[in-house]
């Protein structure tokens, strides 16, 4: 058994994870990054696309840029990183974490006084939308797709159908498009496509890629191989319209349909799970409710922005130091609480006595033109800030002044209106 | 009165119709032209359960009767036969058709002894019909009526079980069921219960009436339950249950689990499986089978064993004993996520008495996982290939069994999937001989409970093999037992370490929802996984919450390397998993 002893042990190597252990050891502390897959990255090596850290370093990397200049100062720094390396079990003994994990050179034990969680999120698939039919090859979720093709150099198939009018599903559509697929057609629910609107634009308007909204798959028809979808036309409660179906030939469908955290190891170890990001809940440094745990990027909840994700992990590596140094907390956390119009809200309350503002990230439910983020306590508005415009697909960022929150010890409640 | 005169009076009541009958040997022959397969279905059923009826083969046809598909599926096989009728593969003494649970227990059974025997599985892997898609409960026997050969079996291979999960090393857990009876029970005959007399008969009658079904069955052990036991039992167990009965004997296995061990087993002791070879024709000399053809050529043979699930009529019909139509009965299952485990002890179910149609002898049952199972429904459906899954046949399975559980966390859905029960219109097992082949054995209509029976299934064939003049001489050689993969799952750290020092693969954690390494895959390999859905099967690789989206290529590609074989050749189940190169790619 090979014992690793450190400060802080980073679960997950992909961008949230490295930018963790960047910092953390920045910071002076002992790191090290636990990578199940082969190589470090997470997902940003099969997104050979452009448009990662506009906002971070202001310029449009691809996926493999963005993640190696993170790899690069993992180096610098001297962070241990453990590729291939499986996360099994993970116990409190004696105050320090102890994680066990498997690796072709043996079984580790991780010993560490925090750990960070940045177990990245994982693709819905078609039975949780429901999609009938047959379970033929030929069917995917798109993630998966974009690996095949671009690490791979595979085709899922000719004549492919896209699923769902998100950012994945329009990157997924071009790929397609220029690796040479026959016929693409991409379908969704939504009247417009839910991605982000530069997207719409580089990825399917300029290719003339052709896309149905308002529809949704029914059926997947064929039974080694994928002969074709059912499609039917919903209405604005995405309820099926009787008598619309149509039958669309193809061997390939491609599910985009969202993103779920991958918080399974942390539900296992008792961790509380916030049901409308089905990620863990956290306090304003990201710390889940079991101490010294902390959960960063898309653990918590799917972000736009990989930089977005990243800022998690530099706000969590100062929390891992507050840990370490055992500095106060508050008596009693003060609840962070999403309004009707915002379906979910990261982090969930404010627990250290002290420290920086409390940077929020919420997910409207509705859409709105020049609306205000505000939030309010018992006594009345607190804060706000304007927008340009709020949409579902568009995740926001607050910084909230920490005296505001410190002077509602209730609560309060984070709304667009 | 008359056989031909019962059959009669029963087509009389379909006057609009022009249906005629021709019986041989019990054998009821009937044709003519319906409007609905509904109507089909009835009228085999009701000609089925005559007393006296052997078997029914249902010649009418339907409006909308794929004729043009039946032509061109002989027409093929017609061609394939034509093709290789004159290559001989090899020489045995038993054929066995089919690579079901009950193909494969039967060549297991039959490897015990002296002889050369082949097990032919259409598709590339043994348990890909039936056997892949039922919810793997070992029922103890109480259901079927007293008189059944299926009452017969279930009630002995329930019993077989616990050694054959010894010998051959499938993961078996004898969880006992729980039947609740709740005010929704006998919903339909509560007018005639009026009062305080509904809830009497359900707490102190009922469960006794099932109990004595139980004794009838020849099914000991049954205990009655009632107030706060039935929640010691199962915590989650529907508020409203007034009584339950306790059924120690049901257990549960991974179905697809079984039939590889048997396979293994059987091919360890000397089988000869095929995979990917289909049946297409007999050799005959007069009323004898002296040929097999398939895709791979004949397969010359002494004794036959059709155990070809819902394709056996169509074997029976090749070989020149037709004497039964399956009528295929699609089931569906809801699978949940593997932490709802804890909300189910026991195979429940709730008593609703007369079974509604589409659900009847469904429930909630746990796996071997640690995974729940919902369902499965039942309806007929004319398309023996037909698996696919009708959303609302989803929400059908997810309202009506939550009355079960109310508290269970519905939403964990993970996959949901549908299997066709091969049943005949005598709705009876039927292994016998041929009556118009000389040896040729049925073994069909094996429908629920044929999991549960197959131990016996298998004796019970072997025994008439025997009777047919097959002679039995006891192998030496035999060795009953099997060694399972192993899984990192299922290992404490130390013993991990142990088998990494080894093999570095068993380090390597490709699945890992299911945490399933390249170790455990490679060895699937070995022992005969061909495609992706095999692996999945005897590694679970796959079968988490992601549904492979995480490990599906990997998989795929160590299957690539160990096939030698190109990413885009390797088979998810009988079809490529993907397409092609793109542009300018190539092995």
């Given at each position: 058994m090979i014992e690793v002893g450190k400060?802080?042990v980073v679960v997950g190597g992909g961008?949230?994870g490295?930018?963790?252990a960047?910092?953390?050891?920045?910071?002076?502390?002992s790191a090290a990054v636990v990578e199940s897959g082969d190589e470090l990255g997470g997902?940003?090596i099969?997104?050979?696309?452009?448009?990662?850290?506009?906002?971070?370093?202001?310029?449009?990397?691809?996926?493999?840029?963005?993640?190696?200049?993170?790899i690069?100062?993992l180096g610098?720094?001297g962070v241990e990183a453990w590729t291939r390396t499986h996360v099994v079990r993970v116990r409190l003994e004696?105050?320090s974490w102890v994680l066990t994990a498997v690796s072709p050179r043996g079984v580790l034990r991780f010993k560490s006084?925090?750990v960070?969680y940045a177990t990245g999120?994982r693709?819905?698939?078609?039975?949780?939308?429901?999609?009938?039919?047959?379970?033929?090859?030929?069917?995917?979720?798109?993630?998966l797709?974009?690996r095949l093709?671009?690490l791979y150099?595979?085709?899922?198939?000719?004549?492919?159908?896209?699923?769902?009018?998100?950012?994945?599903?329009?990157?997924?559509?071009?790929?397609?498009?220029?690796?040479?697929?026959?016929?693409?057609?991409?379908?969704?629910?939504?009247?417009?496509?839910?991605?982000?609107?530069?997207?719409?634009?580089?990825?399917?308007?300029?290719?003339?890629?052709?896309?149905?909204?308002?529809?949704?798959?029914?059926?997947?028809?064929?039974?080694?191989?994928?002969?074709?979808?059912?499609?039917?036309?919903?209405?604005?409660?995405?309820?099926?319209?009787?008598?619309?179906?149509?039958?669309?030939?193809?061997?390939?469908?491609?599910?985009?349909?969202?993103?779920?955290?991958n918080?399974s190891q942390?539900?296992e170890l008792?961790?509380?799970?916030?049901?409308?990001?089905?990620?863990?809940?956290?306090?304003?440094?990201?710390?889940?409710?079991?101490?010294?745990?902390?959960?960063?990027?898309?653990?918590?909840?799917?972000?736009?922005?990989?930089?977005?994700?990243?800022?998690?992990?530099?706000?969590?590596?100062?929390?891992?130091?507050?840990?370490?140094?055992?500095?106060?907390?508050?008596?009693?956390?003060?609840?962070?609480?999403?309004?009707?119009?915002?379906?979910?809200?990261?982090?969930?309350?404010?627990?250290?006595?002290?420290?920086?503002?409390?940077?929020?990230?919420?997910?409207?439910?509705?859409?709105?033109?020049?609306?205000?983020?505000?939030?309010?306590?018992?006594?009345?508005?607190?804060?706000?800030?304007?927008?340009?415009?709020?949409?579902?697909?568009?995740?926001?960022?607050?910084?909230?002044?920490?005296?505001?929150?410190?002077?509602?010890?209730?609560?309060?409640?984070?709304?667009?209106? | 009165?008359?056989?031909?005169?019962?059959?009669?009076?029963?087509?009389?009541?379909?006057?609009?119709?022009?249906?005629?009958?021709?019986?041989?040997?019990?054998?009821?022959?009937?044709?003519?032209?319906?409007?609905?397969?509904?109507?089909?279905?009835?009228?085999?059923?009701?000609?089925?359960?005559?007393?006296?009826?052997?078997?029914?083969?249902?010649?009418?046809?339907?409006?909308?009767?794929?004729?043009?598909?039946?032509?061109?599926?002989?027409?093929?096989?017609?061609?394939?036969?034509?093709?290789?009728?004159?290559?001989?593969?090899?020489?045995?003494?038993?054929?066995?058709?089919?690579g079901?649970?009950?193909?494969t227990?039967?060549a297991r059974?039959?490897s015990?002894?002296?002889?050369?025997?082949?097990?032919?599985?259409?598709?590339p892997d043994v348990a890909?019909?039936?056997?892949k898609?039922?919810?793997g409960?070992?029922?103890?026997?109480?259901?079927?009526?007293?008189?059944?050969?299926?009452?017969?079996?279930?009630?002995?291979?329930?019993?077989?079980?616990e050694r054959w999960a010894r010998e051959l090393n499938f993961k078996y857990k004898?969880?006992?069921?729980?039947?609740?009876?709740?005010?929704?029970?006998?919903?339909?005959?509560?007018?005639?219960?009026?009062?305080?007399?509904?809830?009497?008969?359900?707490?102190?009658?009922?469960?006794?009436?099932?109990?004595?079904?139980?004794?009838?069955?020849?099914?000991?052990?049954?205990?009655?339950?009632?107030?706060?036991?039935?929640?010691?039992?199962?915590?989650?167990?529907?508020?409203?249950?007034?009584?339950?009965?306790?059924?120690?004997?049901?257990?549960?296995v991974d179905p697809y689990e079984v039939a590889v061990a048997l396979a293994e087993n059987a091919a360890a002791n000397g089988v000869e499986i095929?995979t990917?070879?289909?049946?297409?024709?007999?050799?005959?000399?007069?009323?004898?089978?002296?040929?097999?053809?398939?895709?791979?050529?004949?397969?010359?043979?002494?004794?036959?064993?059709?155990?070809?699930?819902?394709?056996?009529?169509?074997?029976?019909?090749?070989?020149?004993?037709?004497?039964?139509?399956?009528?295929?009965?699609?089931?569906?299952?809801?699978?949940?996520?593997r932490?709802?485990g804890?909300?189910?002890?026991?195979?429940?179910?709730?008593?609703?008495?007369?079974?509604?149609?589409?659900?009847?002898?469904?429930?909630?049952?746990?796996t071997p996982h640690g995974n729940?199972?919902?369902?499965?429904?039942?309806?007929?459906?004319?398309?023996?290939?037909?698996?696919?899954?009708?959303?609302?046949?989803?929400?059908?399975?997810?309202?009506?069994?939550?009355?079960?559980?109310?508290?269970?966390?519905?939403?964990?859905?993970?996959?949901?999937?549908?299997?066709?029960?091969?049943?005949?219109?005598?709705?009876?097992?039927?292994?016998?001989?041929?009556?118009?082949?000389?040896?040729?054995?049925?073994?069909?209509?094996?429908?629920?409970?044929?999991?549960?029976?197959?131990?016996?299934?298998?004796?019970?064939?072997?025994?008439?093999?025997?009777?047919?003049?097959?002679?039995?001489?006891?192998?030496?050689s035999f060795n009953p037992f099997r060694e399972p993969i192993p899984s990192l799952r299922d290992m404490e750290p130390e013993q991990a370490e142990e088998l990494i020092r080894r093999d570095s693969r068993w380090g390597h954690v490709v699945c890992e929802c299911e945490l399933v390494t390249e170790a455990e895959i490679v060895e699937a390999i070995r022992r005969g996984a061909r495609t992706v859905d095999a692996v999945k099967r005897r590694t679970r690789a796959g079968m988490g919450e992601c549904q492979g989206g995480r490990c599906l290529i990997k998989v795929a590609m160590i299957l690539s390397r160990e096939l030698g074989v190109p990413l885009?050749a390797v088979l998810k189940e009988?079809?490529?998993l993907?397409?092609?190169?793109?542009?300018?790619?190539?092995w």
């Amino acid at each position: 058994m090979i014992e690793v002893g450190k400060d802080v042990v980073v679960v997950g190597g992909g961008p949230s994870g490295l930018a963790a252990a960047v910092r953390l050891a920045e910071l002076g502390y002992s790191a090290a990054v636990v990578e199940s897959g082969d190589e470090l990255g997470g997902i940003l090596i099969q997104c050979i696309h452009d448009g990662f850290g506009t906002k971070l370093f202001g310029k449009a990397l691809s996926g493999p840029e963005f993640a190696s200049s993170f790899i690069e100062r993992l180096g610098e720094l001297g962070v241990e990183a453990w590729t291939r390396t499986h996360v099994v079990r993970v116990r409190l003994e004696g105050g320090s974490w102890v994680l066990t994990a498997v690796s072709p050179r043996g079984v580790l034990r991780f010993k560490s006084r925090a750990v960070v969680y940045a177990t990245g999120c994982r693709e819905r698939t078609p039975f949780e939308i429901r999609v009938g039919g047959t379970r033929p090859a030929g069917v995917y979720t798109a993630g998966l797709v974009q690996r095949l093709v671009n690490l791979y150099g595979v085709l899922p198939g000719r004549r492919v159908l896209i699923v769902g009018g998100g950012d994945v599903g329009m990157i997924v559509a071009r790929h397609l498009h220029l690796e040479g697929v026959e016929e693409l057609l991409v379908v969704f629910p939504e009247p417009w496509f839910a991605g982000l609107p530069r997207n719409v634009q580089q990825c399917i308007l300029d290719f003339g890629i052709p896309f149905r909204p308002r529809t949704i798959v029914k059926e997947i028809v064929g039974k080694e191989r994928v002969e074709g979808a059912v499609l039917v036309r919903v209405d604005e409660k995405w309820q099926p319209i009787k008598g619309t179906e149509e039958f669309y030939p193809c061997d390939a469908v491609v599910f985009s349909v969202g993103l779920v955290p991958n918080a399974s190891q942390l539900e296992e170890l008792g961790a509380e799970i916030d049901p409308r990001t089905r990620g863990p809940v956290v306090n304003e440094y990201f710390e889940t409710s079991l101490r010294g745990v902390f959960a960063v990027g898309n653990l918590l909840t799917p972000f736009d922005y990989v930089d977005d994700a990243v800022e998690t992990a530099f706000i969590a590596a100062e929390g891992v130091s507050k840990h370490l140094s055992g500095e106060a907390r508050r008596d009693k956390p003060i609840p962070l609480r999403p309004g009707p119009n915002v379906r979910l809200l990261v982090p969930h309350r404010v627990e250290w006595a002290s420290g920086r503002d409390v940077t929020l990230f919420l997910r409207p439910s509705v859409e709105r033109e020049n609306p205000r983020i505000s939030v309010r306590s018992s006594g009345g508005e607190l804060y706000h800030t304007r927008r340009r415009y709020a949409r579902p697909s568009l995740m926001e960022r607050v910084e909230l002044p920490r005296g505001l929150v410190e002077s509602s010890p209730e609560g309060v409640v984070v709304d667009v209106e | 009165m008359g056989l031909e005169k019962k059959v009669r009076k029963v087509l009389e009541r379909y006057s609009g119709y022009n249906l005629s009958c021709e019986i041989r040997d019990g054998v009821v022959f009937l044709y003519g032209r319906v409007r609905s397969y509904e109507e089909w279905v009835e009228i085999g059923l009701e000609v089925g359960r005559i007393k006296g009826v052997e078997g029914v083969v249902n010649k009418i046809v339907w409006d909308g009767y794929p004729a043009e598909k039946v032509r061109e599926r002989e027409e093929r096989r017609r061609r394939i036969f034509e093709e290789n009728k004159g290559r001989v593969v090899g020489s045995y003494d038993v054929v066995v058709i089919g690579g079901g649970v009950t193909g494969t227990a039967i060549a297991r059974e039959l490897s015990r002894y002296q002889l050369r025997i082949a097990l032919l599985e259409k598709a590339p892997d043994v348990a890909t019909g039936a056997t892949k898609a039922n919810n793997g409960m070992i029922h103890a026997g109480v259901e079927p009526p007293r008189s059944t050969l299926k009452r017969k079996l279930n009630v002995k291979g329930c019993r077989m079980y616990e050694r054959w999960a010894r010998e051959l090393n499938f993961k078996y857990k004898r969880v006992g069921s729980l039947w609740l009876i709740t005010p929704r029970t006998l919903e339909k005959y509560r007018r005639f219960l009026p009062g305080p007399l509904y809830t009497l008969v359900l707490k102190y009658v009922l469960p006794y009436i099932v109990v004595l079904k139980g004794i009838i069955n020849g099914v000991r052990g049954l205990r009655v339950v009632r107030g706060r036991k039935i929640f010691e039992m199962e915590p989650y167990a529907a508020r409203d249950a007034l009584a339950a009965v306790y059924v120690p004997w049901t257990a549960i296995v991974d179905p697809y689990e079984v039939a590889v061990a048997l396979a293994e087993n059987a091919a360890a002791n000397g089988v000869e499986i095929f995979t990917s070879t289909e049946v297409v024709g007999f050799l005959k000399e007069g009323d004898t089978i002296k040929g097999v053809v398939t895709n791979r050529g004949v397969f010359l043979c002494r004794y036959v064993v059709n155990a070809a699930g819902v394709y056996a009529d169509e074997i029976a019909e090749m070989a020149g004993s037709p004497e039964y139509t399956i009528h295929p009965r699609k089931g569906v299952l809801v699978l949940f996520h593997r932490s709802t485990g804890s909300y189910v002890r026991h195979c429940l179910a709730e008593i609703i008495l007369p079974p509604p149609p589409r659900t009847k002898g469904g429930g909630i049952n746990p796996t071997p996982h640690g995974n729940v199972m919902w369902g499965p429904t039942a309806v007929e459906v004319p398309d023996k290939e037909d698996v696919s899954v009708d959303p609302e046949e989803v929400q059908l399975v997810l309202a009506k069994y939550s009355t079960i559980l109310s508290e269970f966390p519905r939403d964990r859905v993970i996959r949901y999937f549908a299997g066709v029960r091969a049943a005949t219109f005598t709705e009876d097992f039927v292994i016998r001989p041929a009556k118009w082949v000389r040896n040729l054995l049925h073994v069909a209509g094996i429908q629920s409970p044929g999991l549960a029976s197959a131990p016996a299934i298998a004796e019970y064939a072997v025994q008439k093999l025997r009777e047919m003049g097959l002679e039995l001489r006891e192998k030496p050689s035999f060795n009953p037992f099997r060694e399972p993969i192993p899984s990192l799952r299922d290992m404490e750290p130390e013993q991990a370490e142990e088998l990494i020092r080894r093999d570095s693969r068993w380090g390597h954690v490709v699945c890992e929802c299911e945490l399933v390494t390249e170790a455990e895959i490679v060895e699937a390999i070995r022992r005969g996984a061909r495609t992706v859905d095999a692996v999945k099967r005897r590694t679970r690789a796959g079968m988490g919450e992601c549904q492979g989206g995480r490990c599906l290529i990997k998989v795929a590609m160590i299957l690539s390397r160990e096939l030698g074989v190109p990413l885009p050749a390797v088979l998810k189940e009988e079809a490529p998993l993907f397409d092609g190169y793109v542009r300018g790619e190539a092995w």
